[in-house]
């Protein structure tokens, strides 16, 4: 299996920024994207962000333009940088690592407040 670890979550005020961080150690299968989910009380589970081993990412249209998403791919390590931050924003984010033919591996959440 793939333990995902994640960090960097807080509170920030709108228009602030944070970053985020993912790890995917001791990885036993070939991975094929990363990324974050974000989920808010009462509304569904959103996929923020996601970058495939051969850099192509992709942005949830609530946050394209704010949000970017990085790799480093010899440490399977993703980072998401969140600027321009809106109250809306507001979310535990939940990392994924995708690895080929095994589906999803899931890191612990981290929650991201923002407000005033």
């Known amino acids: 299996q793939v333990q995902v670890v994640e960090s960097g979550g807080g509170l920030a005020h709108p228009g602030g920024s944070l970053r985020l961080s993912c790890a995917a150690s001791r990885t036993m299968f070939t991975i094929y994207s990363m990324g974050w989910y974000r989920q808010a009380p009462g509304k569904e589970r959103e996929l923020v962000a996601s970058?495939?081993?051969?850099?192509?990412?992709y942005y949830g249209d609530s946050v394209k333009g704010r949000f970017t998403i990085s790799r480093d791919s010899a440490k399977n390590t993703v980072y998401l940088q969140m600027n321009s931050l809106k109250p809306e924003d507001t979310a535990v984010y939940y990392c994924f690592c995708n690895a080929v033919s095994r589906g999803n591996y899931w890191g612990q959440g981290t929650q991201v407040t923002v407000s005033s």
């Open positions: 970058i495939t081993s051969s850099g192509s990412a």
